[in-house]
């Protein structure tokens, strides 16, 4: 007799860009003809860079003759990439071992999958607001209970507010695994090395381990900030990072990305090497290998000319998201994040929900936002804005709050 999983049922609706959805469409079937900017999701709209689309031709053309065609390679990626990869984090100071990245089909999946190598009843502690999949997945693999007024008991949620420039202090009780995201979604908040540090020192007393999601890492710019944790000393005896090409490359719909497990690492028991082993053993048996044509459009990505068009790209992104905090800052409103990072997290004005306030902006300056409730609890009373739209989208929504948002 086959049953499901039962903690599956133990999972929220997937509320938030549903309900954005759902408010969305009725505003368009009232107000027909009325041009609606959405700046809630953050998807990339920039086209990939002229280094990578050459190599992807070179790529498709390999794969259609005989003598150059390639089929499965390594579950772990494609060796070429994997020191790539190695070599890029030298740039920050960070030896790494090629056999210490495993290349994957994007951040998403290995934040949730990484759960697994670790023991079912460990405590997972995430900050508030939050990206999402963490706590899914820690709901899915059934460490937690209830579900009460906005959080799963058995998630020790992290507090990040004004009062600790959003990234969280401590947590007072003893946690096995800990989501860090720098920068972060929603709030835009970049960590120090003094911050992650705490981090760092915390989990090796405690033996914990962290899971630091740096997806967003090529937008610092401030050389004083770390764009990998393993920039903190100790960092590789605990703590796994995770990236992707998605918003360095946009290869949001092209999927690749990496996952760092040091040799260092160590948990609860466990020799150097062995959790490394482990993630690998997990790999081989349950993953088959990122796209291949991806990896190899990755490698082009790495390269001096593919940098170089990146960049570009990302400091399209950021001059939007300059013009964002800029005009929200005119008009008043209360703005952080959005100078190392793609997303401007703002606080509602009036003491407005921030559902109240997602209706305003609809109505009024016909902007879509994301409701800062949707990321947890400490989500409320704010809104996130994403820099990654087209140019002319950001001039016009930022012109229509200006005019017409009143506040
Ligand atoms: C914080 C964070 N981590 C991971 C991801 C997932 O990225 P990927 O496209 O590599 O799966 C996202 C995507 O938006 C994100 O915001």
């Not at 999402?132 to 059934?142: E, F, L």
């Not at 992290?158 to 401590?170: I, K, R, S, V, Y």
């Not at 995201?181 to 760092?200: D, W, Y």
Request: hydrophobic residues 40%.
């Amino acid at each position: 007799m086959a049953r499901i999983n039962e903690n599956y049922k133990k999972l929220q609706e997937g509320y938030l860009f549903p309900e954005i959805y759902k408010r969305t469409v009725a505003f368009q079937k009232n107000n027909p003809g009325v041009e609606l900017i959405k700046l809630g999701i953050g998807d990339t709209t920039r086209p990939l860079t002229m280094a990578v689309v050459k190599h992807l031709h070179e790529v498709a053309d390999e794969m259609a003759d005989e003598s150059t065609y390639r089929g499965y390679d390594a579950e772990q990626g494609i060796m070429e990439l994997r020191e790539a990869l190695a070599k890029h984090y030298k740039k920050y100071g960070v030896n790494l071992k090629a056999d210490e990245v495993f290349i994957n089909d994007g951040a998403k999946p290995d934040l949730a999958n990484l759960q697994s190598i670790f023991a079912g009843n460990s405590v997972v502690a995430v900050q508030d607001p939050v990206y999402p999949a963490y706590v899914d997945s820690t709901v899915i693999s059934g460490k937690t209970t209830g579900y009460k007024d906005g959080k799963y008991e058995g998630i020790v949620y992290m507090d990040c507010t004004e009062e600790n420039g959003f990234f969280p202090d401590l947590p007072k009780q003893n946690v096995d695994l800990i989501y860090l995201c720098s920068p972060n979604n929603p709030t835009g908040a970049v960590a120090t090395h003094e911050q992650l540090k705490k981090f760092v020192d915390y989990a090796q007393e405690k033996k914990a381990v962290i899971i630091f999601d740096a997806a967003y890492s090529a937008f610092i710019s401030d050389v004083g900030l770390p764009r990998s944790i393993y920039e903190v000393d100790g960092a590789k005896t605990c703590a796994i990072e995770v990236n992707s090409f998605s918003k360095l490359a946009g290869f949001t719909g092209v999927r690749l990305g990496w996952t760092v497990v040091p040799h260092e690492l160590c948990a609860e028991g466990t020799k150097p090497g062995e959790v490394q082993a482990l993630w690998d053993r997990r790999q081989t048996t349950m993953f088959n290998g990122a796209s291949n044509i991806a990896q190899l459009a990755g490698i082009a990505v790495l390269s001096e000319e593919g940098q170089e068009e990146v960049r570009e790209v990302i400091d399209y992104y950021m001059h939007n998201a300059k013009i964002i905090r800029d005009g929200l800052a005119e008009v008043g409103l209360e703005v952080s994040g959005g100078t190392n990072a793609p997303y401007i997290w703002a606080k509602t004005p009036n003491g407005l929900d921030s559902w109240e306030f997602f209706d305003k902006a609809l109505n009024e300056a016909h902007v879509v936002v994301t409701p800062g409730a949707g990321f947890g609890q400490r989500g409320e009373g704010h809104f996130r804005l994403s820099a990654f739209g087209k140019r002319e989208n950001i001039e016009k929504a930022v012109d229509n709050i200006k005019k017409n948002l009143k506040i």
